[in-house]
T-cell receptor, first 111, second 117 residues
Framework: SQQGEEDPQALSIQEGENATMNCSYK?????LQWYRQNSGRGLVHLIL?????REKHSGRLRVTLDTSKKSSSLLITASRAADTASYFC???????????FGEGTQLTVNP | GAVVSQHPSRVICKSGTSVKIECRSL??????MFWYRQFPKKSLMLMAT?????????EQGVEKDKFLINHASLTLSTLTVTSAHPEDSSFYIC?????????????FGPGTRLLVL
């Protein structure tokens, strides 16, 4: 089964608008993490939220976690063209330390 | 934050040759490193978990004789793609987590793009 499914697959917005991406998972987790990847590049860790946390902020990023629904959302406020990238959620399961990545959301912020 | 490097960043090779990719943790010791593979416009798929001084743990469906992993020191893990074929062309990314880094964050390398002709 697919862990870390994300929606939407692609999102196109105008600069200044907010972008919301969602992630769902199936198993019990220790934490959920969000990463960013520019085309053809490595991953940049954005934020980690633990299973006992419900919301976390970092600059223009806001992450929520609902363990009862096994879902998380990433909100980027006041988006900029430089935010254009692919965003992945990744879950660390309670059964081990490996990360399982979602399919990702391709965000395009138009200037 | 912690830095992980990969070398080479890009490699083109002929079918049948072997290619070695290095993953280094530059400013911390990594007891555990991970190797991922990513196809275009797709997500990362974990290939194997590499532990310093012991054999790597491969994910289901990953051929251990095809993808040789060696974690010889606390700062270096290598992935060797043996007898590479065009279907091995992909983006390979490593990550590292160690005792001196945050317990729950993996730091990712910049990736190696492999093209097998």
């Amino acid at each position: 089964s697919q862990q870390g499914e994300e929606d939407p697959q692609a999102l196109s917005i105008q600069e200044g608008e907010n972008a919301t991406m969602n992630c769902s998972y199936k198993t019990s987790i220790n934490n959920l993490q969000w990463y960013r990847q520019n085309s053809g590049r490595g991953l940049v860790h954005l934020i980690l939220i633990r299973s006992n946390e419900r919301e976390k902020h970092s600059g223009r990023l806001r992450v929520t976690l609902d363990t009862s629904k096994k879902s998380s959302s990433l909100l980027i406020t006041a988006s900029r063209a430089a935010d254009t990238a692919s965003y992945f959620c990744a879950t660390e399961e309670t059964s081990g330390s490996r990360l399982t990545f979602g399919e990702g959301t391709q965000l395009t912020v138009n200037p | 934050g912690a830095v992980v490097s990969q070398h080479p960043s890009r490699v083109i090779c002929k079918s049948g040759t072997s290619v070695k990719i290095e993953c280094r943790s530059l400013d911390f010791q990594a007891t555990t490193m991970f190797w991922y593979r990513q196809f275009p416009k797709k997500s990362l798929m974990l290939m194997a978990t590499s532990n310093e001084g012991s054999k790597a743990t491969y994910e289901q469906g990953v051929e251990k004789d095809k993808f040789l992993i060696n974690h010889a020191s606390l700062t270096l893990s290598t992935l060797t793609v043996t007898s590479a074929h065009p279907e091995d062309s992909s983006f390979y990314i490593c990550s590292a987590r160690g005792p001196q880094g945050p317990q729950e964050t993996q730091y990712f390398g910049p990736g190696t793009r492999l093209l097998v002709l």
